[in-house]
């Protein structure tokens, strides 16, 4: 048989059973050399009172007589003995004799080997009640120590083979009998799969023990959990069909309601803006406010799906308390003055400036409540205390509506549930605002607290973890205040992508206001193409991701290869996490969910742009007329710029083609340096990488040989063929002669 490892059943058994004997061994070899010591004192004694039965009568004689001489040569016979180390006869205390031995050690020995000291009483031959000495004999030490210690060794020797023997039998027993099996089965255990079928064998002689029961028992566990798994596989593939088909649902609908309210906010906007009568801007703000409703809506139902899928997220940035209460309060204004409701804002006086939170999620909590509170109050006033405990702030919301029961209470907070069953049909919403307030308040550590008493009112607190701070996020103080687009923008140069020209005339209307100059690409082949053909123009690109021929995230990908330092921000219908996930994993700076929020538009072109880009850098100046560069009809094997190709892609602009030859010169200066660098390091990734970004400056270009060459470059790379690195050495030695080149045309004008 095939033992099992060091810590298997096998060797622990083994292990086991060898120290239960050495600790039993150890007990009963201890006891056995007490017991042994104790029989040689008893021997020793029995066998020196044998020795004085042989001189007793005459020691009696010596004693009576007191004779010295005759005590004398009985203690040098009792001496004699090597087992006796001491003789001592007194006839009536008168000392006739005292010897001992001289080869023998100290008497303190004797209470080492609790030896006793054998003392008899000596009666006169004549009258037997008449004792008229005593005789005392003080036993070797030595010899009897030597004797004690041989029958102590010879006890154990015999004891020590008896448990060895008892051992062995035990432990093959154990081995053959209970050990064998269980290591089989345990190893069978390891190898089988029961969802295959396998099972395990009743081991022979077993089919009545614990053995086989177990055999037995572990068969059947295995069918029940071979039929559990099959239910569980089913039902997890069910359930994720499920939650892809909700999944897909979701980001459909909202791809599918959010696309067309885009145009109908938007130009629900313009007419709010540029109407001259008040009754048309009242009719554009009531469209405008119905979108809005309608994106609250989506947007419960949005974050309640994603706060299921455990994939909502909160931020913590600083930003303005009193910014987050104003705008909550200004978003639920027009509604409580059309109830002839009353809004009181009431901050504490020692509240932090600046805090640390997610604003946004707070201000829709905020919203919430208050919104809540406009819905179910017929009149009276609405107050917003914010009040300051250590670090946490209290928002309380207190309204004179209908109020609630406790029954009403308990399931308030729960999804798709208002207080009443009449409350959807007569109030309205979805049942999800305040079930994803609660969720929310929870993932920001905090919670949401409601006391209320039936028409007299409801008073809901959000108590929130928020630490003071006095670091601003970059740009805050700017951004935080009263929303302006104009001149927001203004400098910059805008690429955007967009198929849906409603969405285009919005986005224009967005651009034209906040100072920007724009161009608008149909689709993301087109943004391509505008890019490719003047790569440094444009300070950030708009790039809507559900678009024909390319969409976003392909196209985002195409233009880095590009122009890897182009900010890309992305524009979606699609509200879902995973959504923005595939954005940013596309190399998007940025994610703005239709329809579009023109602060959160421009803050994130102000965050990850600046306008002028190409401005900034050195450009040559032009002061020749839109004519191409001299170049023969056809360029010669081996030259650096295929010119008439060059011409034919950028129609002759000169100007425009001098633009692209110093960019490229600013933004690749230390190509071949850096070539060099990652090929001496080893680099495949970053050789891959550089050789493609290289390919398409070269492109651009027409530097038809080069880009070939870092073609070749780049595949070697990304084959991790240490051939790459040579390649990129020529490469390097290529663009020296390409670059001096393009800097003689510019030199050239």
Not at 497 to 521: C, K, Q
Not at 630 to 640: E, I
Not at 665 to 676: K, V
Request: net charge negative; with cysteine; glycine share 6%.
């Amino acid at each position: 048989m095939k033992l099992l490892p060091k810590d298997g059943i096998v060797n622990r058994s083994i292990l086991i059973t060898l120290l239960a004997f050495l600790v039993a061994g150890i007990g009963v070899v201890t006891y056995t050399s007490y017991a042994t010591g104790v029989r040689a004192s008893q021997t020793v004694d029995t066998r020196l009172n044998q020795l004085l039965d042989t001189v007793q009568s005459t020691v009696r004689i010596a004693c009576f007589l007191k004779d010295t001489d005759l005590a004398k040569e009985v203690s040098m016979g009792l001496l004699s003995n090597s087992e006796v180390w001491r003789v001592t006869i007194l006839a009536d205390e008168e000392m006739l004799a005292d010897q001992s031995r001289t080869d023998a050690p100290h008497a303190p020995a004797l209470a080492d080997l609790r030896l006793n000291t054998l003392e008899r009483p000596i009666h006169s031959p004549f009258t037997p009640d008449k004792v008229v000495g005593k005789v005392r004999l003080e036993p070797n030490p030595e010899v009897i120590a030597a004797q004690r210690t041989a029958d102590i060794l010879l006890a154990v020797k015999q004891l020590v083979w008896q448990l060895l023997l008892v051992s062995v039998a035990i432990v093959t027993a154990l081995i053959v009998f209970v050990v064998r099996p269980i290591s089989r089965m345990s190893l069978v255990l390891h190898q089988m799969d029961p969802m295959t079928g396998d099972r395990l064998s009743m081991p022979p002689g077993h089919e009545n023990t614990e053995i086989g029961h177990l055999v037995s028992d572990i068969n059947q566990l295995s069918d029940h959990l071979v039929t559990a798994l099959n239910e569980a596989r089913e039902a997890r593939l069910a359930a994720e069909a499920a939650s892809d088909a909700k999944g897909h649902f979701l980001a459909n609908m909202s791809h599918e309601i959010r696309t067309p309210l885009t145009a109908v906010q938007g130009f629900a906007r313009i007419g709010a803006r540029d109407s001259h009568d008040a009754a048309s801007r009242e009719t554009f703000n009531r469209i405008f406010d119905a979108g809005t409703h309608l994106l609250g809506v989506i947007n419960d139902i949005l974050d309640f799906s994603k706060i299921e899928a455990g994939k909502l997220l909160v931020e913590s940035r600083p930003f303005r308390l009193a910014e987050i209460t104003g705008e909550a309060m200004a978003l639920i204004s027009a509604r409580a003055a059309e109830k002839g409701l009353e809004v009181h804002l009431r901050p504490s006086t020692d509240l932090p400036e600046w805090v640390l939170g997610d604003p946004m999620r707070i201000r829709q909590i905020l919203a919430n409540l208050l919104s809540n509170a406009i819905k179910f109050s017929r009149h009276g006033s609405i107050d917003l205390t914010v009040l300051r405990a250590e670090d946490e702030i209290w928002f309380a919301v207190r309204d004179e509506g209908i109020g609630m029961t406790e029954e009403e209470i308990s399931r308030l907070f729960r999804p798709f549930e208002q207080a009443d069953s009449s409350t959807t049909r007569k109030y309205g919403g979805t049942g999800l605002g305040l079930s994803i307030s609660m969720n929310l308040a929870s993932l920001m550590g905090g919670t949401i607290q409601v006391v209320s008493t039936p028409w007299r009112g409801s008073t809901f607190t959000l108590q929130l973890p928020l630490k003071e701070t006095t670091l601003p996020h970059p740009g805050d103080a700017e951004l935080d205040l009263k929303f302006d687009l104009k001149g927001k923008l203004a400098g910059f140069h805008i690429l955007a992508a967009e198929d849906i020209e409603a969405n285009r005339l919005i986005l224009a209307d967005m651009l034209d206001e906040s100072g920007a100059t724009h161009v608008f690409a149909e689709n993301g082949r087109a943004a391509l193409e505008q890019v490719v053909a003047a790569p440094h123009t444009f300070d950030v690109v708009l790039m809507d991701v559900q678009m024909p021929e390319m969409d976003g995230n392909e196209a985002t990908r195409r233009i880095h290869e590009i122009v890897p330092t182009l900010p890309i921000i992305g524009l979606t219908a699609h509200g879902l996490t995973q959504d923005r996930a595939t954005c940013l994993a596309a190399g998007m700076k940025d994610h703005i969910t239709k329809p579009i929020d023109p602060k959160a538009l421009i803050t994130s072109i102000l965050c990850w742009a600046t306008p002028g880009r190409i401005l900034s850098k050195p450009q040559p100046v032009s002061t020749t007329p839109e004519t191409s560069p001299p170049s023969p009809a056809h360029a010669p094997d081996g030259a650096p710029i295929d010119w008439e190709l060059l011409d034919r892609r950028f129609k002759g602009k000169r100007s425009f083609i001098l633009k692209i030859f110093g960019s490229t010169l600013t933004e690749h200066a230390d190509a071949a340096d850096r070539l060099r660098t990652l090929a001496a390091a080893k680099d495949f990734e970053g050789l891959a990488f550089y050789a493609h970004t290289l390919k398409g400056v070269f492109g651009n270009l027409a530097a038809t040989p080069s880009q070939e060459f870092a073609a070749r470059v780049e595949m070697a790379a990304r084959q991790q063929d240490a051939a790459g690195f040579a390649l990129a050495d020529e490469l390097a030695n290529l663009i020296t002669p390409l670059f001096a080149e393009l800097q003689r045309h510019i030199n050239a004008g």
